[in-house]
């Protein structure tokens, strides 16, 4: 059975606003989070992304499309604060990190919070374009098309950043399982 | 549990362990009221000279007005440019390169986004016979990334699938496909051609790489010859300093043992950059890097104008990305900064002169220069809504260029210039974007 909702009227806005916004604030903060690998500057992220939101929101007929529209306005957020000067430790295109070495501290080396360690080292180092690729293309799960339409460019760059941009991070990652095979 | 999934699992990962968020929403309400008067302020006064990136809501205000759905690209005679609308293409398709063998006879390829995951392109060939365009060739799991042509019987068109490349042949009458050398197929293994300079009819050169995704990510630069028989794959010197490979992307050739191939150099603990190859008839050299400066350089295209080898690319520096014309001094390239995103396009003007296209920095619509043998200057006027260039070429004998490019990436969301009480599409979460491929021409002479 097809079962139609019917909206109530659009008088209240504001009010669908901070419907939205508090229901998507934990999805954004975690997109934030792996694009820029920074607790601080996700909420940051996130709150300018809903300033923007707020300042749309009229124009938005259909606000449960809201969140996909919300990916990209946060995504151009972080891209523009990624491109600011004083962000001078993000490695460039073209730059490829070293593999972590892992026999600095064998005792951090254990279990999960290595993983993880070394993901976020490794995505630090990724260029924020390829970054993004990475993070919208396995992440979010979007398509190699819906992922250029984010980024603003054309497939063929979505598909050879995210591409770097993966074997950076399985490059980093086959270090780790070494080490567990290592260890065991 | 592959390396595909198991990313995808521990990015999962990572993202859950974020805290809630305190994000104060009627503190965002307040800052949103600041800004919209800031805004609306900042409006007035910059008509002139608007800093893209410092205007807040910079995506909402500044991208390209929006047409209503379902009307075709037509922007005939827009600033100079004679746009041709592509209705076979749909709006899901893109063009990565034009070859016109004359004002009436021009070939163009891409492909088609076929599937919702983006992982089934399609090929396409469209023909533009002076007044329309059309389909002319096959539609075959692939895409195209280059076309050429040395007569209008003989012409070239090049790309890869996901376990081979690609070489069709147009004799006039029909487009073959030629078996290529393709690299042995693998799990993670692709391969492109990414460029296409036929040199004569028996003499043809295609350039691209083979990417292995297994263990050590590594890309293996691809150089293949026609000598009107059959593909061979030709060796290759070793690229030094890759530890990740290379690519190539483009070749051009100025005689039949003069042939220029560029590409990227992807680093390891090094700095990626320019890869550059020369054929001087028996073997391919490595012509060395570019070193000066700080940023490298990723030179996307080179081109062949009278005795001038030129690039085009861009260059990456700590802070900005820009736009980069290499020229050619006979031992090595002299490299200049424009003042765009990138390019990815660039041709003869038909005097003599160079054009070269690409990607506008910002919003902004593409980016068009051009120069008659000194100092690249930007076009005035760009078509309306024009978002980014992929190729330029030039109607050989003329000053007419035809383009190829992206309008606009529609995405269904409500965008700039929209008037009080228009009515804006609704937009749905996993709308696949619309993308309008451009093409279109225009006289340099005026």
Partial sequence: ?184 | MTDETRIVSALAALADELPPLQVDLDQVVRQAHRRRGRRQAVLVAAASTVVAGSLVATMITLTAGREPPGQPPALANDAGWSVTPVPVLGNRASLNAVAPVTQSDVWAVGSFFNDDRGHDNKTVIVHWDGQRWSPAGPTNPGTFMDVAATSSTDVWAVGGATDRTLALHWDGRAWTATPTPSPTPGPGLSSSLNGVAPIASDDVWAVGCQFSAGGLYQSTPLAQHWDGQRWAEVELPPIPDAPQGACLQSVAARGPKDVFAVGHIYGGNVKGGDLTLHWDGTRWSVIPRLTGGTAPYYPNKVIVVGEQVLAVGQSYSLTTTSAAVLRWDGSGWQPTLLDALQLSGATSDGDGGVVVAGQAAGTGPGAFFHSTGGEFRPAEKLPNGLASFTALATVPGTDIVWAVGFPRIDYGQPAARISPGQTIPPITTRQLPTVIPWAGFMSLGG
């Avoid at chain 1, 306005?73 to 000067?85: I, Q």
């Avoid at chain 1, 950043?161 to 290592?182: F, K, M, N, V």
């Fill in chain 1, 1 to 184: 059975m097809c079962v139609r909702t019917v909206k109530p009227p659009n008088t209240d806005g504001a009010d669908a606003f901070r419907r939205f916004a508090s229901g998507a604030t934990t999805q954004l903060g975690r997109l934030a989070y792996l694009l820029c690998g920074d607790r601080h500057l996700a909420e940051d992220l996130v709150q300018s992304c809903l300033i923007k939101m707020y300042l749309a929101w009229p124009r938005l007929t259909e606000p449960d499309a809201a969140l996909g529209y919300a990916r990209r306005v946060l995504l151009r957020c972080w891209l523009n604060e990624a491109r600011r000067p004083w962000r001078r430790s993000e490695a460039r295109d073209g730059v490829v990190p070293d593999v972590p070495d892992g026999t600095a501290d064998p005792a951090l080396d254990a279990g999960a919070g290595h993983v993880r360690a070394v993901l976020l080292g490794a995505l630090g180092q990724l260029p924020p374009r390829q970054r993004a690729a990475v993070v919208l293309r396995y992440w979010v799960q979007l398509s190699v098309a819906e992922t250029a339409a984010a980024m603003r460019c054309s497939e063929g760059t979505v598909k050879s950043q995210s591409a770097r941009g993966l074997a950076t991070l399985r490059a980093a990652l086959s270090g780790t399982d070494q080490i567990t095979e290592l260890s065991q």
